[in-house]
């Protein structure tokens, strides 16, 4: 079946470096991609997202790039802070009108 | 505030008595949504509400039903719980399906024993 996943169980980087959290899908229909960040003991919060029709998007500190050829993902996250310290995910929608299909996660993990 | 509201937020209860997790959104959203967190697995749809009274199964409904009788709550039920549905439950819910920002309650522990 299709699915969506992670490379990296757990990324460890030093406080101030960049991160980067890679995510491989496999529906090709999807069309709207999202990452979420989630801290111990709580729901999913919403990062950034990207549309099928751009290939970067860049937030505060973060930015998100769409390789559509291989179906790739990655969140890049600037001058990674220890408040970044969480569990990663990315989520894809597909054109079906569902609701999102997630990843397994990566668990990003800032040293002093 | 913008709020996705469950309870309970921690449940111990025993295999095969009925029990509800209620879920309720303040922000008259369309799409509402259920799943379920395990280690190594990630975030998995159980159900999912594109309006009131439409439901449809997500990845993996099995075990569980759900009801959509007014926009505002989307309650998850499990009629006969069994021990491999201990897991960490999170409601979901955004405006439409143009709507990018999806709001998630902040979990329900269930331990079935």
């Known amino acids: 079946g299709e699915s969506v996943g992670l490379h990296l169980p757990t990324l460890s980087v030093q406080e101030g470096d960049n991160s980067i959290i890679n995510c491989a899908y496999s529906?090709?229909?999807?069309?709207?991609f999202i990452w979420y960040k989630q801290e111990s003991g709580k729901g999913p919060q919403f990062i950034i997202d990207?549309?099928?029709?751009?290939d970067k998007r860049q937030g505060q500190r973060v930015t998100v790039l769409l390789n559509k050829t291989v179906k790739h993902l990655s969140l890049q996250i600037a001058a990674t802070q220890p408040g970044d310290s969480a569990v990663y995910f990315c989520?894809?929608?597909?054109?079906?009108?569902?609701?999102?299909?997630f990843g397994g996660g990566t668990r990003l993990m800032v040293k002093p | 505030e913008a709020q996705v509201t469950q309870n309970p937020r921690y449940l111990i209860t025993v295999t095969g008595k009925k029990l509800t997790v209620t879920c309720s959104q303040n922000?008259?959203?369309?799409?509402m949504s259920w799943y379920r967190q395990d280690p190594g697995l990630g975030l998995r749809q159980i159900y999912y509400?594109?309006?009131?009274?439409?439901?449809d199964k997500g990845d993996v409904p099995e075990g569980y039903k759900v009801s959509r009788k007014e926009k505002r709550n989307f309650p998850l039920i499990l009629e006969s719980p069994s021990p491999n549905q201990t897991s960490l439950y999170f409601c979901?819910?955004?405006?439409?399906?143009?709507?990018?920002?999806?709001?998630f309650g902040e979990g329900s522990w269930l331990t079935v024993v």
């Open positions: 979901a819910s955004r405006s439409g399906q143009g709507e990018n920002t999806i709001y």
């Open positions: 529906n090709s229909a999807s069309d709207y």
């Open positions: 990207i549309r099928s029709n751009m």
């Open positions: 989520a894809e929608n597909n054109n079906a009108g569902n609701m999102l299909t």
């Open positions: 922000m008259n959203h369309e799409y």
């Open positions: 509400s594109m309006n009131v009274e439409v439901t």
